[in-house]
């Protein structure tokens, strides 16, 4: 190992000296290495990073050039550096530990601190600079790397077979634009990943695309976290001032930022801001799991300015690394981006708001960098072939050199791709991973895998087998699934579902199955058919585990099931950017089914168990007589505005600022023996908004109404989803928690509403003791409105995260402003 790694360094230096450019390590004065310093070219903003090991690799055009280094915490370094066509000249910069001073410092009237004074200047300034750039165009070099440092033999009971070390190597260039106020737009043109010769990388420069300048910087978690010059900073931080040092003629000021509590959605560390112009140089900034984060245990975000085209200062590079513990599991990892190339448009109107405009451009003429066209949905684009690239084409485009341990993972994981892709290697593995285990029986199912054709198959495991209902007694219910890759684009599978009552002793058996084509318009072919049983709500009410729990231990069965034979097609398709279509058309004979058992694991006697067909307010009997139903349903899902990503091999959809709308039609048809006959609409808009540091708050709307109810059963009512037990579910949008199953379903116009406002950390957190559980408020409020019920609404107060996954909700029931009920709710989830 050693001998291929030496052979592999010593090509990396050879291959050096075919490029332009300047290549060394940045280290101390006493020899310590600096990884991940800047280096760049005076006056421009093209520049490197060095990697974890010093190292670096500086392209640079023939002539001479002003180099310059600088790390945090140490005194700028330039050298002038005179370089020929084809040359590579070899320099390490050597950096002194800043040596800040402390005098001369401008005290203000009523001797206020000197870091405050920086601060209240870089918070007047603060609006400025976040809009100062109308657009810019750069080139943008991404790495990221994650590692595992150590995990956990078996989590219950199944063995872990991932190994420690690097988990994802991966690099990309690409042509990133951006407009104000949100308009991005990525063309990736080189892609690399360990170990994937045809992957594609998942970096995206939009998503490092922070301003530091805003007020509330967006990380992607529960919270948004508060900027050191917000103007709400004094609230959340104490500032201390370290000194200043100077550097092209410029002051630059040293602020330590320490948090006021330790729970509170902030950063820990140093800014670096230029006096004066009250602007960042260098941001090092930390944030710890105690103030939010979710899943990692820290991160550390740094980033360095220097400018760019007219004099407005730029990131030109920037770099995130992280460390995550959890389950056993413990790794670190990092993304560093590189910057270059800038072309700016200043915000003229920004200028003149501060008076700024004269001095800057004096009677420069404005001129728009991007034309309206230049912005679409399509976000970002991964040319085809940009995972093609040879080594050659990444020695010479890479600005930041690999380290050895990046080099040894690159030419391990091609070697292991040869091996891994024979047919020896897929059929040890499979043999290995084939072996069947008590835990996979018992707890999470067995799959079997026929790698070299691609083909595999599951059972479920025993633990999710058996239910309980009032109709069929226990009733095991086995759904082995078999996959199927064509190849690399096209798949199906198949489902055959068993279940056997042994109270009403009555075998049903269905058969489903999908056919999948990658494409960008998502096409999914679905069919199925047989006889099986049914809830009346078809979503659903009450999934059959809950039923099971509540009817065996409490002796109530909410579930209410019919028998159906059926077939069914199903279509999918984007018949354009944010507008799915999803059709379905189901032809069925549906049958009435009784209760045939009272038994619960309660000893004593008496069980009284409720009917079998559910009790409604609108129709005194919900039974009905085997009929057949010939039904046609379509539904549209609008998501205006929304943004994607079009790789190769595939479309990804990102998000949208706006709600998301969803439009059904139901239909059924009388005909072809189908004793149905109706028209149904419904709409429906939900949406997520993040309200800075209160939290996070979801709502969900709906409406509809029968245009027709001519003939229909009580299967085809509209039935709300309610919920008569403690155990609540988690995550689904359009639930009430008091309203009894079935008993408002109805075939009148409805209207109904949910609101849920997670606080996440903003209650608790300022609580002594308590704020170190991490505990999250929410509240939330219900609402339905039909003509036989009135107005009904629900109302919420409850913790989660409890125990990282358990939410506990009380809620208040009221009809027609009468109180109804009351009571606790408990779920599970992330």
Do not use: C
């Amino acid at each position: 190992m050693r001998i291929i790694t030496f052979t592999l360094n010593f090509l990396i230096f050879f291959s050096a000296f075919s490029q332009t450019g300047i290549r060394g390590i940045t280290k101390s004065t006493s020899g310590e290495i600096l990884p991940f310093s800047t280096v760049y070219i005076k006056g421009t903003t093209n520049g490197t990073t060095s990697n974890s090991e010093g190292s670096f690799f500086l392209k640079t055009p023939a002539g001479t050039h002003t180099i310059v280094a600088q790390y945090v915490g140490y005194k700028v370094l330039e050298k002038q550096i005179t370089i020929a066509e084809g040359q590579s000249v070899r320099f390490d910069f050597e950096l002194q530990e800043q040596a800040l001073r402390l005098q001369e410092v401008v005290v203000t009237a009523g001797d206020e601190d000197p870091a405050d004074r920086v601060i209240r200047e870089a918070i007047k300034r603060r609006k400025f600079y976040e809009n100062e750039v109308s657009a810019f165009k750069t080139d943008a070099y991404l790495k990221g790397l994650f590692r595992l440092d150590d995990r956990p033999d078996k989590i219950l009971g199944q063995k872990i077979t991932i190994d420690t070390g690097i988990l994802y190597l991966s690099e990309s260039v690409s042509e990133f634009s951006f407009e104000l106020p949100d308009k991005v737009s990525e063309r990736m043109i080189s892609s690399k990943v360990s170990g994937n010769e045809q992957g594609f990388s998942f970096n995206k420069a939009s998503d490092f695309n922070i301003n530091a300048y805003s007020k509330f910087i967006d990380l992607d978690m529960e919270r948004e976290y508060v900027s050191p010059i917000s103007p709400q900073a004094f609230l959340f931080y104490d500032f201390e001032w370290l000194g200043f040092f100077e550097e092209g003629g410029k002051l630059i000021n040293k602020v330590k930022v320490i948090p006021k509590r330790q729970t509170d959605p902030v950063f820990e560390g140093i800014v670096y801001i230029v006096e004066d112009e009250w602007r960042f140089h260098t941001i090092d900034l930390l944030v710890t799991k105690a103030r939010g984060l979710e899943f990692i245990d820290s991160l550390k975000i740094n980033q360095v300015f220097a400018p760019a085209e007219f004099d407005i200062w730029m990131p030109i590079s920037q770099k995130y690394s992280f460390r995550f513990g959890a389950f056993g599991f413990k790794g670190s990892g990092y993304y560093i981006g590189v910057y270059s190339n800038y072309t700016v448009e200043p915000n003229y109107e920004a200028y003149r708001t501060a008076n700024l405009y004269e001095a800057k451009f004096g009677t420069k003429e404005e001129a728009d960098l991007f034309q309206e066209e230049d912005f679409t949905a399509e976000v970002l684009v991964v040319e085809e072939g940009s995972n093609e690239r040879d080594s050659t084409y990444w020695k010479n485009i890479r600005p930041v050199p690999l380290t050895g341990i990046e080099v040894t993972d690159y030419h391990v994981k091609d070697s292991i791709r040869l091996v891994k892709e024979s047919v020896p290697y897929k059929d040890s593995v499979d043999n290995e991973t084939n072996k069947l285990t008590l835990g996979n029986i018992f707890l999470s199912g067995y799959s079997h895998s026929n790698s070299v054709e691609e083909r595999y198959w599951t059972l479920p495991a025993v633990i999710s087998i058996f239910q309980f209902n009032t109709v069929e007694g226990f009733v095991p219910e086995i759904q082995p699934t078999f996959w199927k890759q064509i190849d690399e684009r096209t798949k199906y599978w198949i489902r055959p579902s068993l279940r056997y009552g042994f109270s009403n002793e009555k075998f049903n058996a269905k058969i489903e199955g999908s056919y999948r084509k990658l494409d960008n318009k998502f096409t999914r072919f679905y069919a199925g058919g047989g006889r099986y049983v049914s809830q009346f709500d078809e979503n659903e009410a009450i999934t059959p585990f809950i039923n099971s729990y509540v009817t065996l231990v409490n002796g109530e069965n909410y579930m209410k099931i019919f028998q159906k034979s059926f077939g069914y097609v199903r279509f999918q398709q984007e018949v354009k950017n944010g507008i799915l279509m999803n059709t379905r058309l189901e032809y069925a004979s549906r049958d009435t089914l009784t209760n045939t058992t009272d038994f619960t694991w309660d000893a004593s006697d008496g069980t009284d168990f409720t009917s079998n067909q559910p009790t409604s307010l609108e129709l005194a009997e919900t039974g009905f007589p085997s009929h057949q139903a010939l039904i046609f349903q379509a539904t549209f899902r609008f998501r205006f505005k929304q943004t994607y990503a079009t790789r190769p091999d595939r479309k990804f959809i990102y998000s949208s600022k706006y709600p998301e709308i969803f439009l059904t039609y139901k239909k059924g048809i009388k005909g072809l023996g189908s004793d149905v006959n109706f028209d149904f609409v419904q709409v429906r808009v939900t949406d997520a908004m993040k309200l800075g540091l209160v939290g996070t708050s979801n709502y969900a709307i709906g409406a509809g109404a029968f245009l027709n109810d001519d003939a229909l059963t009580f299967v085809d009512f509209k039935h709300f989803a309610g919920n008569q037990t403690s155990l609540s579910q988690v995550g689904k949008s359009f639930k009430f928690e008091l309203l009894p199953f079935y008993q408002f379903s109805t075939t009148k116009p409805y209207l109904e509403a949910h609101y849920e406002h997670h606080f996440n950390e903003f209650i608790f957190n300022k609580i002594p003791l308590v704020k170190k559980l991490n505990l999250q408020a929410v509240a939330s409020a219900n609402y339905l409105t039909t003509e036989t019920v009135g107005n009904y609404v629900e109302i919420g107060a409850g913790i989660e995260h409890i125990f990282k996954f358990m939410r506990v909700d009380y809620y208040w029931a009221f009809q027609n402003s009468d109180f109804v009920a009351s009571g606790f709710r408990v779920g599970v989830g992330f």
